[in-house]
């Protein structure tokens, strides 16, 4: 399954790396050098900035009951945009005067590089670094860290061919049910039909109909995470939704330690929705758990759209929502 970017760079850089957010050798918030992208500067204040910040400011995640929460972060990101793979670690960590709420990201975007190895390889890399960075206790220790890193991945990228492929085995929807089960992804290609309407390969941007015109807003879905790490969830369900949205659209999947399940975003991610981070599944529930009252056209597309990604194809239209307008 191909993804369609390739970014020419100046340098022939294929990965950047940077740190930000909160570490014991800084009084405040801090970032590395290397936040040198579009993306990474977007990541940094749609997730870290807006989004974990206004929600700690909003005190949107102190109103949640304890059994409604998930404290703390613990949780890997994967990032399918226009311009690359972004991966990211957002980990538990604290300032110098010792202030714990804000998090430590260490984050990388790549350019033209498997996608099982940016999943994969990269993101543990990514991991490992903000765990060692953590412990560090001088600010020239973790900038120093993370400009190794930086430079040893690009070392390493030099080396691979240029490839933009996230596949490899039977294709995602069928390992989805395998792990989740019929009815449980029927009920999560259900939601995902229904809210991102105007995402789906074929459907057209600002396109009217008689009674409204279609909704390009990021949304939000709470899926199970199968796979058997939080990178491994996360190439799963880009391969899955490779089928359903049209290239451009940037998708999201963020997959917190505990595997207890994996929040998408698909389309540019809004500040708003960082509130899955720690919103447990009795604040959003997984739409394999809703009890949706699924029609039978709807089945039927459902049916048809696994059909179609068993064998391997990426369907051009969407013939449920094109040929149901008036």
């Avoid at 359903?244 to 999947?253: I, N, Q, S």
């Avoid at 739409?287 to 369907?315: M, Q």
């Amino acid at each position: 399954m191909k993804f369609g970017f390739k970014r020419k760079t100046g340098g022939g850089e294929r990965v950047w790396l940077c740190a930000l957010g909160k570490h014991p050798a800084w009084d405040d918030h801090f970032e590395s050098p290397g936040l040198d992208t579009d993306r990474l500067a977007q990541l940094r204040t749609t997730l870290y900035s807006e989004g974990i910040g206004g929600r700690i400011d909003s005190g949107a995640w102190e109103s949640l009951d304890p059994d409604e929460r998930l404290e703390g972060f613990a949780h890997s990101l994967v990032w399918r945009t226009p311009d690359g793979l972004v991966v990211a670690r957002i980990i538990d960590s604290s300032d110098g005067k010792g202030r714990k709420r804000y998090p430590l990201l260490v984050v990388a975007q790549s350019a033209g590089l498997p996608g099982a190895w940016v999943c994969g390889t990269l993101l543990d890399r990514v991991t490992q670094t903000a765990s060692r960075i953590r412990e560090m206790e001088s600010r020239d220790e973790v900038l120093g860290e993370v400009q190794l890193v930086r430079s040893e991945l690009r070392g390493e990228s030099q080396l691979m061919d240029e490839a933009s492929e996230l596949a490899g085995g039977e294709p995602a929807t069928a390992d989805l049910t395998a792990c989740a089960g019929g009815e449980a992804i029927e009920r999560v290609l259900y939601q995902c039909r229904r809210d991102m309407r105007g995402f789906l390969r074929g459907s057209r941007r600002g396109e009217k109909t008689s009674s409204r015109t279609i909704d390009i807003s990021a949304k939000h879905c709470r899926v199970p995470a199968c796979g058997r790490t939080p990178g491994e969830s996360g190439e799963l369900w880009l391969r899955a939704l490779d089928h359903l949205v049209g290239d451009t659209a940037p998708v999201m999947v963020i997959v917190p330690d505990s595997m207890a399940f994996a929040d998408l975003i698909v389309g540019e991610p809004e500040a708003s929705q960082v509130y899955c981070l720690q919103a447990g599944a009795r604040a959003l529930p997984l739409a394999s758990e809703i009890p949706f009252e699924i029609d039978a056209e709807s089945r039927g597309w459902v049916g048809a759209f696994l059909e179609e990604t068993r064998g391997g194809s990426a369907p051009d239209r969407d013939p449920g929502w094109v040929g149901s307008r008036r």
